[in-house]
């Protein structure tokens, strides 16, 4: 087996000066060849279908007026909320919350006694609005439409 080469400070310093010597002689050279490169040079333009050129633009290129006004910043308008009908499935008073089915499909959405506008009983029929919760759609504004028998 080869034993790696070691060398002396002193030679690995001069391996050290000849490599900065290389680089500056290499800097000059680039210097006297006038082969700079200029800002102009690297300058890099993108035109309007967004490709990079080296060209600039056309600056008789007639630009488009956009009237500030006619530009619309809103959300469309929600048509008025649908009113939701459903049953009172379950409903714990000493715990404050409960459980309705939408009456026109089979969805179940939670709700808490803060939201109710008037006092829940089970299988009472009423009329809700849904906002999201934490963990899916919640009924707010609970208000009785008709109690139903047991």
């Known amino acids: 087996m080869a034993r790696p080469q070691t060398f002396s400070k002193k030679e690995n310093e001069k391996k050290k000066q000849a490599r900065r010597l290389e680089k500056q002689n290499r800097k000059e050279e680039r210097k006297l060849s006038g ?9 890099a ?13 056309e600056t008789n290129h007639k630009k ?7 530009i619309v910043i809103s959300t469309p308008r929600q048509e008025s909320p ?12 000493s715990k404050g919350y409960g459980f ?25 029929i009423v009329i809700f609005d849904l906002e999201r919760g934490k963990r899916g759609m919640n009924a707010i504004n609970i ?8």
């Not at 082969?35 to 300058?43: A, G, K, L, P, R």
């Not at 009908?85 to 409903?91: A, C, N, Q, S």
């Not at 006092?119 to 009472?124: K, P, Q, R, S, Y």
């Not at 208000?143 to 047991?150: F, L, M, N, P, V």
Request: hydrophobic share 30%.
């Open 64 to 70: 488009e007026e956009i009237n500030h006004e006619e």
């Open 143 to 150: 208000c009785i439409s008709e109690r139903t028998a047991d």
């Open 100 to 124: 309705i089915k939408d009456l026109s499909g089979t969805e179940k959405y939670f709700f808490h006694v803060s939201n109710a506008l008037s006092e829940l009983v089970e299988n009472a």
């Open 35 to 43: 082969n700079t490169n200029s800002f102009e040079d690297m300058i």
């Open 82 to 93: 649908e009113v939701r009908k459903g049953r009172v499935e379950y409903f714990n008073v």
């Open 45 to 57: 333009y993108v035109d309007e279908n967004g490709r990079i050129t080296s060209t600039p633009p």
